[in-house]
């Protein structure tokens, strides 16, 4: 059994939520922080979404979830919510300087011993080691979304992680129900990220080029068996983390299309205030979402023909 049975998630939004109420589940006593009341407020509601699920999905019971709740306490103060922490997973957003800001402010609060792990996507632990003020204490252990039905969790040591942290965090992933995948080596993207990302991005390039609709790609994806095609991952992820993640990374490569893609992302969708499944729209809308609506991949009428010659030359005529 590990040590670590005190949990203090720091961001209570998309990920950070799910990783709090799944570890409450599994057993652990679990402290929810956030800057902002509201994210408190949605992390609450999304809780009893997820009690729905665990109860429909997983199998858990009334009892179960009444356990859960009871085991999580919600706040706004950074220094209740850590003292006393045996693990803190970060899950603020994918934006340097504020996982920096919070390690930094955190540092003198922690207790001596408590590890520090990072849900970062696409950043690499040893940019915040320093941060944390205990390198040899930290690093990266990222989730995946739907935490109960995608139990994997991909652990990622820097160059000054201990051997004894690695073995306690590595442990832990397992009392929660996750299969831990080790990372040999650092890897902006970890495993899994290293292909969603660029899959999302090429998918993304195709609607903000105008190429196709988010439905088409969708389709060529659900074709091979897949429940979920690029854009349902979309709005799964958010719409927050894909901006940024595509923000940063457009920036870092010098990458214009990926900038484009942000950008695009930002007017059409958060400028809006559409934040994807968690607000119930994205590119879709939710519950029921057209791609899990039965016909959505199936051959249409021949009578449609001439609204899809209508769509592959409008353009090319425009151009003529
Ligand atoms: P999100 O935007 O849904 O939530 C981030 C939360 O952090 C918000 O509630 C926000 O209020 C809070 N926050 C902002 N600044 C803060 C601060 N200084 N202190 C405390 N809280 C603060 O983001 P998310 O999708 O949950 O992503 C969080 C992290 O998890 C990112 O690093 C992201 O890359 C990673 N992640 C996300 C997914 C996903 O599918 N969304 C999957 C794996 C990993």
């Known amino acids: 059994m590990s040590s670590l049975e005190r949990l203090t998630v720091l961001g209570a939004g998309v990920l950070g939520g799910q990783i709090a109420w799944h570890s409450a589940f599994k057993g652990k006593t679990v402290a929810v922080y956030d800057i902002a009341q509201d994210a408190i407020d949605r992390c609450r509601a999304a809780h009893e979404q997820y009690a729905a699920i665990y109860r429909s999905e997983v199998g858990?019971?009334?009892?179960?979830?009444?356990?859960?709740?009871?085991r999580l306490t919600y706040g706004t103060d950074l220094a209740t919510a850590v003292a006393e922490a045996d693990?803190?997973?970060?899950?603020?957003?994918?934006?340097?300087?504020?996982?920096?800001?919070?390690?930094e402010e955190m540092a003198g609060l922690l207790p001596k011993d408590t590890l520090v792990a990072t849900n970062s996507s696409t950043l690499l632990p040893r940019d915040f080691a320093s941060a944390t003020g205990r390198p040899d204490k930290f690093c990266a252990l990222h989730f995946a979304n739907m935490i109960w039905a995608m139990n994997?969790?991909?652990?990622?040591?820097?160059?000054?992680?201990?051997?004894?942290?690695?073995?306690?965090v590595t442990e832990f992933a397992v009392e929660?129900?996750?299969?831990?995948?080790?990372?040999?080596?650092?890897?902006?993207?970890?495993?899994?990220?290293?292909?969603?990302?660029?899959?999302?991005?090429?998918?993304?390039t195709l609607v903000t080029n105008g190429v196709a609709t988010h439905e088409d790609v969708d389709r060529t994806y659900l074709l091979t068996g897949a429940k979920v095609g690029p854009f349902g991952m979309i709005d799964m992820i958010g719409m927050e983390t894909c901006h940024n993640v595509l923000t940063y990374w457009g920036s870092v490569r010098g990458d214009a299309q990926m900038n484009a893609n942000a950008?695009?992302?930002?007017?059409?969708f958060l400028d809006r205030g559409f934040l994807g499944l968690q607000t119930g729209r994205g590119y879709y809308e939710y519950p029921d979402p057209a791609f899990e609506r039965p016909g959505f991949l199936a051959v249409?009428?021949?009578?449609?023909?001439p609204d899809l010659v209508t769509l592959m030359t409008t353009q090319t005529e425009a151009l003529a």
Not at 155 to 160: F, N, W
Not at 183 to 203: C, F, T
């Open 263 to 268: 950008d695009y992302i930002k007017t059409h």
């Open 60 to 70: 858990a019971s009334d009892a179960d979830m009444t356990a859960t709740r009871q």
């Open 87 to 103: 693990l803190v997973i970060e899950a603020v957003p994918e934006i340097p300087h504020v996982k920096t800001a919070v390690y």
């Open 300 to 305: 249409p009428d021949i009578s449609v023909v």
């Open 152 to 168: 994997y969790t991909e652990v990622m040591p820097h160059p000054r992680t201990s051997r004894e942290t690695l073995t306690a």
């Open 176 to 204: 929660i129900g996750m299969v831990p995948i080790p990372l040999r080596k650092e890897q902006n993207g970890y495993v899994a990220n290293s292909w969603v990302v660029p899959l999302l991005n090429a998918a993304q």
